[in-house]
């Protein structure tokens, strides 16, 4: 069973205000267009992103990307009709319609979604209205309304393809939203229970409120990592990727990193994914010697592979000599090169054991590091 999602995204969304179209107004860290497709990737097969003409930046940003892009219509049914004939060539049998003012949809709601299609034609969340409802005239109540029965359509709205293809075909036009479109065609749409959370940015106003929302909605990951290397024969220690001179150096499997290692295992950590010797066991051959750059670099690329940035990492050597402060920048400028990051978002930083124990005796050096994580 493939499954599919249209992102409607052509609108120009004025009433939300900024002078640009909400979907590319700022969020909490990214753009309102980058969190609503967040929430799709890993979900469905296939996302079709549906732009506007004008919108020449977004078109060549996405243009090499996973997605498949479609021009929007002369209205919302035009560009739904453009997002699934863009579908045509994909065996789809799922689709899933979502507004990408939405982007606070969450991952239970979409797979619920598909979950009723096994069973259902369509499928699309509503919240029963429960607030007391008025009719109106210049600020003044003129009557009231009987709320029984009635429910604030949400998005996104699930259908059998080739049963919304057809639907939308026939549409004479001017529907409120692809439920209606289906209605009109006689296919039964099933109300999966909505959330409040899901809303709709339309107002200044509601930028805050999505916000908010985001901000309880974070998955942040800690994660711990510790390493120690005794020091042997050489003339120099390798320390988080810098080449620090010394009259020893550091025993190891591999390059004897000790920074780079703690550092690795507390992504590792913070994925629930094992340590270093899980990916890279001391008893394959292949990776005696090696760089630690190569360790880390695989830690980074599996936490993208699971949706998450590092936020930042902190890193503190724990040794008598080599002294480290002069080369700490140097350190974190390595660091954040092959992290891809920012060195504000890197630190590297020196201690002693006020020469107790191994590291105090001078026999070797350990490492202590944190990582923060966060869903992206």
């Known amino acids: ?9 052509a609108g120009r969304g004025q009433r939300a205000g900024g002078g640009t179209p909400k979907q590319w107004r700022a969020l909490a860290g990214k753009r309102v267009a980058d969190w609503t497709l967040n929430r799709f990737k890993g979900v469905v097969d296939h996302i079709v992103l549906v732009l506007s003409p004008d919108d020449t930046e977004a078109w060549e940003e996405f243009r090499d990307s996973d997605l498949l892009l479609a021009s929007g219509g002369n209205d919302r049914a035009g560009s739904v009709r453009n997002g699934l004939q863009a579908l045509a060539d994909k065996s789809v049998s799922q689709v899933l319609i979502h ?56 998005t996104p709205q699930g259908f059998r393809y080739d049963a919304i293809v057809a639907a939308h075909t026939a549409h004479p036009g001017g529907a409120a939203d692809d439920v209606e479109v289906a209605r009109a065609a006689g296919i039964e749409v099933l109300i999966v229970p909505g959330d409040a959370d899901n809303l709709k940015i339309t107002r200044p106003e509601d930028f805050a409120r999505a ?30 990727g810098v080449k620090v001179p010394h009259d020893r150096g550091l025993q190891g499997h591999s390059d004897a990193d000790v920074g780079m290692h703690a550092v690795t295992d507390a992504i590792y950590g913070a994925l629930a994914q094992g340590d270093i010797g899980q990916h890279f066991p001391p008893s394959d051959p292949q990776w005696k010697g090696a760089a630690s750059e190569i360790f880390l670099r695989h830690a980074v690329e599996l936490a993208e592979q699971m949706g998450y940035r590092i936020s930042n ?23 954040s090169r092959i992290m891809a990051l920012r060195a504000d978002q890197v630190s590297v930083k020196a201690t002693t054991s006020e020469r107790l124990g191994f590291t105090g005796r001078s026999e070797g050096i350990a490492s202590v590091a944190t990582a923060c994580l966060v869903k992206s």
Not at 1 to 9: C, N, R
Not at 215 to 240: A, E, Q
């Open 99 to 154: 507004d990408v003012a939405r982007p606070c949809v969450s991952e239970e709601t979409i797979r619920n979604v598909l979950v009723e299609l096994e069973t259902h034609a369509a499928a699309a969340p509503g919240l029963a209205v429960t607030d007391a409802l008025w009719t109106g005239d210049e600020n003044m109540v003129t009557g009231t309304q009987d709320r029984s029965g009635l429910f604030a359509a949400q």
């Open 211 to 240: 916000e908010r929302i985001m901000g309880t909605d974070m998955d942040v990951r800690l994660g711990n990592g510790y390493d120690v290397h005794r020091f042997g024969d050489g003339d120099h220690v390798i320390l988080c």
């Open 1 to 9: 069973m493939t499954t599919a999602a249209i992102i409607v995204a």
């Open 313 to 335: 990492v902190d890193c503190t050597l724990v040794c008598e000599y080599p002294k480290i402060g002069p080369h700490a920048q140097e350190m974190r400028e390595e660091m």
